[in-house]
């Protein structure tokens, strides 16, 4: 952009800088020195000299002053230079590129800022940064949702209620170190942190003195609470039978030593008890295996009606001690489904094996299979249904029903020879298969246990 000077200007500050030598020429005509032709001449002769320097110059400067407003104004363009002056054109270039370098170093930091405040956003934890008054002077998205909104500006306790937290950032800001304390929340779900507390030396340009971070370890509790019950709940289904055969071996040494009628009810006792045992055992083991496979979908078509016909006729006997039947309604043009053949036949068993146990005597097991409305994923699903005519379960058990060592009645599942793992066994090889596991029960009417398998 190019400046143009009034030319009044020019004129007049030709005229300031003439003055001087128009004052000595006019003392040389009075004192008789020189001839008043000879000094109007000179006069005019340097006021004409004067004029032609100070034009460009005055323009070049003008555009040293357009330059350094434009800075000053933010982003505006910074003017170009076109001065025939040689100093002012310096002078303007030196000021313009000055302005580049201080603009370009300014957008590095505005990146820079933008950068690192992006990153802070996206964390997963929250995180808060306070200044030496412990006031909070920003915070990142996931503390709202933790610790509530508008927090800057607010003193930390006004955020974090939680005595520990507000001393380790005490500590932190009278110099000390890194500090780090668990903490628990209360709220409507109580939550468990581990918060973390880092000096910042020195502060940042914005004053901010340390940083907070929470680190969210409620599920992580969680898991080693349900580890801990997990165990605990093992070890009490194995010492239960466990007690019962020493106390049967202890007997069967003393006092019913010569007993032989006591001798066999004993042992069958005890017989059932390892039976109960290695039942436990096997279906932990199935779990914990399960488990392990549980990231990778299985890949094997699976020919359903096969499984199921097969289960059936494995349990036949069983049903029939009871009195009941096992009946089967399976399409013959049923598709394939992807699938694990031992573990859809451990799902199927353990089903069936349910029904047959808490279904009424004299019922009918039915088994149903279709396809399902409901799609996995992105694709379609063929559904598997096992009813029973039992004595049902009440709402408030459903949910529960799948977890480990979950019973409804304790003291029924164990006498019929349950081990509690049967449904969570289900409910996990399930899961491995991306499929889905629906329960419904009416009282006095019976449940059905529907199974939903992703088509192959
Ligand atoms: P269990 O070895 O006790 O049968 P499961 O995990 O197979 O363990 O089942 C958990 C509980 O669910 C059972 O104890 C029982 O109370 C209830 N349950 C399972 N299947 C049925 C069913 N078909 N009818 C009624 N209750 C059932």
């Given at each position: ?76 363009p910074l ?36 950068g ?18 412990r006031?909070?002077?920003s ?21 974090v209620r ?21 903490v ?22 914005d ?18 609470r ?30 019913a ?20 045992m ?7 083991l ?17 020919d ?20 009941m ?16 053949q ?15 146990k ?41 949910s ?48 059905v ?8």
């Amino acid at each position: 952009m190019t400046r143009r000077v009034p030319l009044s200007r020019i004129l007049l500050g030709s005229l300031a800088l003439w003055l001087p030598t128009a004052l000595v020429l006019i003392l040389l005509v009075v004192l008789g020195d020189l001839p008043l032709r000879a000094a109007a001449a000179a006069a005019l002769a340097a006021y004409a000299g004067i004029a032609l320097v100070a034009g460009p110059l005055f323009s070049g400067l003008a555009q040293v002053k357009a330059a350094v407003d434009a800075l000053a104004g933010g982003d505006a363009p910074l003017p170009e230079v076109d001065t025939i002056s040689p100093t002012a054109r310096e002078l303007a270039r030196a000021v313009v590129r000055l302005g580049r370098a201080l603009r370009e170093t300014a957008a590095g930091g505005a990146a820079a800022r933008a950068g690192a405040e992006a990153v802070l956003a996206a964390l997963p934890d929250p995180l808060l940064l306070i200044d030496r008054e412990r006031r909070i002077l920003s915070a990142n998205p996931a503390t709202s949702a933790l610790l509530g909104a508008h927090l800057q500006g607010r003193d930390l306790a006004g955020a974090v209620r939680a005595p520990a937290v507000l001393a380790a950032a005490d500590a932190v800001l009278r110099g000390g170190g890194p500090r780090i304390v668990d903490v628990d929340l209360p709220g409507p779900v109580e939550r468990h942190l581990s918060a973390q507390v880092t000096p910042l030396d020195p502060p940042t340009a914005d004053g901010a003195a340390a940083v907070l971070t929470l680190t969210d370890l409620t599920s992580l509790k969680r898991s080693e609470r349900m580890r801990q019950d997990f165990i605990a709940n093992a070890s009490h289904e194995l010492r239960t039978p466990l007690a019962t055969l020493a106390g049967f071996i202890e007997t069967l040494r003393g006092p019913a030593r010569d007993d032989n009628q006591a001798r066999e009810r004993f042992l069958s006792i005890m017989a059932d008890q390892a039976g109960r045992m290695t039942r436990l055992v096997d279906d932990l083991l199935s779990l914990s295996r399960i488990e392990l496979n549980e990231h990778l979908a299985p890949k094997e078509h699976i020919d359903l009606p096969r499984v199921l016909a097969a289960v059936a006729d494995s349990l036949e006997q069983r049903a029939a001690g009871r009195g009941m039947r096992i009946m089967l309604a399976l399409p013959d043009d049923l598709p394939a489904v992807l699938g694990d053949q031992d573990e859809l036949t451990q799902v199927f068993q353990n089903l069936i094996d349910n029904a047959i146990k808490y279904g009424r005597a004299g019922t009918v097991v039915a088994v149903s299979a279709g396809l399902s409305q409901r799609r996995l994923g992105a694709g379609a699903a063929l559904q598997v249904a096992i009813g029973d005519e039992g004595d049902g379960i009440l709402a408030e058990h459903l949910s529960r029903l799948t977890e480990r060592f979950y019973r409804v009645d304790p003291a029924r599942s164990r006498e019929l020879g349950g081990t509690g793992l049967g449904l969570a066994i289900v409910k996990h090889i399930v899961n491995h298969h991306r499929g889905h596991l629906e329960i419904t029960s009416e009282l006095g009417q019976g449940s059905v246990f529907t199974v939903h398998l992703p088509l192959a």
